[in-house]
């Protein structure tokens, strides 16, 4: 810590502390085994509850900052684990994924945002033995992506009920 004097005054200047990394658990790990849990607040309803971070703390994924992240815990177990994140921040998370896990899938598709008109949303899939990480360019915002980490059924689930969204080719953001 550094003081300094100005006008007769003295600030405290701190320095500040450095963000933790987040962690993604693996879908149906126990809600008691999550490592980090205390960062989150949950909401409970009878057999399901979503966490999310609390506001304020400093948290990074992939050496990213984090805007959110959110678990839905179904029966005591984690079912999705989601990480978001600015957009400019897409690429260099999937430079990382990629170099953790290869190249992945390309699940990229047309997007239509309102007057803005179609643009490509990237997304990427890396299939491991009990979860998909999936990360989406645009995730519900135009400045904001998104990577989660689901079931394999889940995540094919989601890919077929956003084909059927599409109307011409594209589906709306």
């Known amino acids: 810590m550094r003081i300094v ?3 007769g005054l003295v600030l ?19 809600r008691p085994e ?3 849990l205390e960062a989150f607040v949950c909401e409970t309803e009878p057999r ?16 990213v900052p ?7 815990v179904r029966e005591g177990k ?3 684990a989601a990480v978001f994140f600015d957009e400019s921040s897409f690429e260099d998370v ?12 390309d ?3 047309a997007l239509r945002a309102g007057m803005g008109g179609t643009f490509t949303n990237v997304v990427k899939a890396w299939r491991r033995d009990v979860s998909v990480w999936f990360a989406e360019q645009y995730a519900g915002r135009i400045n904001r992506s998104a990577v989660s980490r689901l079931r394999p059924a889940e995540f094919d689930a989601i890919m077929v009920a956003r084909a059927a969204q599409r109307v011409n080719g594209a589906r709306d953001l």
């Open 12 to 30: 405290a200047l701190v320095r500040p502390c450095a963000a933790m990394e987040l962690e993604l658990p693996a879908p149906g790990t126990a």
């Open 66 to 72: 984090v805007d959110g992240a959110i678990l839905d």
């Open 94 to 105: 999937v430079v990382r994924l990629a170099a953790d896990f290869g190249p992945g899938e």
């Open 48 to 63: 399901v509850s979503r966490c999310r971070l609390k506001p304020g703390l400093a948290r990074t994924f992939a050496g």
């Open 34 to 36: 999550v490592a980090g």
């Open 107 to 109: 699940h990229s598709e």
């Open 5 to 7: 004097w100005a006008a």
């Open 78 to 80: 984690v079912a999705v």
